[in-house]
């Protein structure tokens, strides 16, 4: 049974990255590898919150989303600029520059060492500190990002942010300033990835920057690519497949080691076969 | 000023060791004209292969070094005719061809970790050291001035095989526009094949040297692709020449900004290179 609870609260998480890197990627078709770094200020500035300011979970990841709101709205206004294959470029870039400040600002990050101790909390009186309850909570931010991201996508906003993806500049003919909107999701979808990082952090306790890095951007960018593109319900499908097979590779008896390196193996294979057989994903509704 | 001499050759040696991969990128890059990111495996693949030779086999190092070249090149050439080239073929976008090199890279970099290790190697011989050369202040081991020697020489070849034979001028032609090309009569399929291999043995033979002087982990590919694909763009996309210098030009920044900030923040004066030039000056020094 903890071991299914285990599983699920993982699932949770990388559900919430899948979901808001869809919103990036598969709504506004632009392909970005820099999720990671923010996935990791979010992870970073919860627990360093927690553990030296003393804050309250719950404000400490608001804080997180907040911080990282800050730092999509810089990096954000460059990577507009940015078209197609030059974005993901420009993007890789930012995550090694955010991810070489966390092994490298030893007095605050604590290096590549990084960051043990970080409690779970409490709310209400409730607490979270089993994992059943911290369960819990995962799966309720996850049902409320859910709505969010399905809600974000119906507005007319939404639908601005399909024709950029279709046609950037049809649609600046029609007076939309693309570059905004472009800059707006672009801060959603990297918040909603600071919220999956303040969960990471409490949940696994411990963060460090080998957590942080382009391999898990490219995870993500599996399970968005595998459920399908545009399409909220195929991010979530795309995390299920791929955390199974991450399950799988550890059921079958390998060496630790071994195991979570033939997983990366098989998300590489699993993208390239996606590009042959179904760019757009399984349920997807966007081509690459 | 003895010091002011130490980092120009410093920055030479790193500049060379980069323009390896540099040229090779964009060699490719002027043909295929899409971000191979899979060079990054390759890459390290003349490392790698040169080690298992050398030290698992007990062969002399010109074999390896051999051995290591052709290798690399095979696996260029293969991952184009199974993976690029049939994406070619149906119309893929460039966004498609850029995953599908992500999914190779990824995968082929946790081979190299299930075979390899993940951890640093040294393709020294345990046996020998290198000569050191001492000029004054300056100190310069035998592998690098070959490696800066051979860089040189790669580079005037490139250049004279560009100018004035058939192979070249078909390279050029396809550069320019590759439908033109074919309806020319000119079997492009046939001439890419022989760019990537021309090209991945460039890239095996930079991973060789560079481990020679430095050592290898499997870490060091991607970094490597963005350095060179920086360069690259430095010297503006798709000019072998432009690559060459680009490679300087950024190991020559570099080592300025180590000299003023320490060496921990290298990476990060690369990768601000890299998109600083891509809002600034995102056709590089050389194109109009």
């Known amino acids: ?288 | 000023m003895a010091l002011v001499l130490q980092l120009v050759v410093a920055a030479l040696i790193t500049g060379a060791q980069y323009s390896f991969l540099a040229m090779a990128f964009s060699l490719q890059y002027s043909v295929l004209k899409f971000f191979n990111l899979s060079l990054a495996p390759v890459f390290m693949s003349g490392a790698y292969i040169f080690i298992a030779v050398t030290r698992f086999l007990k062969m002399p190092a010109l074999i390896g070094f051999c051995a290591g070249i052709i290798g690399a090149a095979l696996l260029g050439w293969l991952l184009h005719i199974c993976i690029y080239e049939p994406l070619r073929k149906r119309g893929s976008s460039n966004m498609t061809l850029l995953v599908g090199a992500i999914g190779a890279m990824t995968a082929l970099q946790a081979f190299t970790i299930i075979g390899f290790g993940s951890e640093y190697q040294s393709l020294q011989p345990a046996t020998s050291q290198w000569h050191v050369f001492e000029f004054g202040s300056i100190t310069i081991t035998s592998v690098q001035i070959v490696t800066i020697a051979v860089s040189i020489l790669i580079f005037l070849s490139l250049m004279l095989i560009s100018r004035k034979t058939l192979f070249g001028k078909a390279t050029r032609a396809i550069a320019d526009d590759e439908e033109v090309a074919k309806i020319m009569g000119l079997n492009t399929n046939k001439h890419l094949n022989k760019v990537v291999l021309l090209s991945s043995a460039l890239a095996g033979l930079g991973g060789i040297l560079v481990g020679l002087d430095l050592g290898m982990s499997p870490g060091y590919g991607l970094t490597s692709i963005i350095l060179a694909i920086t360069a690259a763009l430095i010297g503006g996309m798709g000019i072998t020449s432009g690559a060459f210098l680009g490679a300087f030009f950024l190991s020559f920044a570099e080592t300025a900004g180590v000299g003023f900030l320490g060496g921990e923040w290298k990476a990060i004066i690369g990768f601000s290179m890299l998109i600083l030039f891509l809002i600034f000056k995102p056709q590089g020094i050389l194109k109009q």
């Open chain 1, 1 to 288: 049974m903890s071991y299914l609870i285990n599983l699920a609260s993982i699932f949770a998480i990388y559900a919430i990255l899948a979901i808001s890197m869809n919103s990036i990627t598969g709504y506004t078709g632009l392909v970005t590898l820099a999720h990671a770094a923010f996935y990791g200020i979010g992870a970073y500035t919860t627990a360093l919150l927690l553990i030296h300011g003393g804050v309250n979970f719950f404000v400490a990841m608001l804080a997180g989303i907040f911080l990282a709101g800050v730092v999509a709205l810089l990096i954000g206004s460059v990577m507009s600029k940015f078209r197609g294959d030059y974005y993901i470029l420009g993007s890789i870039g930012f995550l090694y520059i955010i991810n070489s400040i966390m092994k490298n600002w030893d007095s605050v990050t604590g290096g590549p060492l990084g960051v043990a101790g970080i409690t779970r909390p409490a709310l209400f009186g409730v607490s979270f500190a089993e994992n059943l309850p911290f369960l819990l909570l995962c799966l309720t931010l996850l049902i409320l990002v859910y709505w969010l991201a399905k809600w974000i996508v119906s507005t007319p906003f939404g639908r601005v942010l399909k024709a950029i993806r279709e046609d950037e500049e049809a649609i600046a003919v029609f007076g939309y300033r693309t570059k905004h909107f472009k800059l707006l999701i672009f801060m959603i979808g990297c918040g909603m990835a600071a919220l999956a990082g303040g969960l990471f952090a409490g949940y696994i306790r411990y963060i460090d920057p080998s957590t942080f890095t382009i391999v898990d951007s490219v995870f993500m960018l599996a399970c968005i690519i595998v459920g399908g593109l545009a399409n909220v319900r195929g991010a979530i499908l795309g995390t299920a497949i791929l955390v199974m097979i991450i399950e799988f590779s550890r059921l079958i008896g390998l060496p630790a080691d071994v195991a979570a390196q033939l997983r990366e193996v098989i998300y590489g294979v699993l993208l390239i076969v996606m590009m042959f057989w179904r760019p757009q994903g399984l349920i997807g509704e966007y081509k690459l």
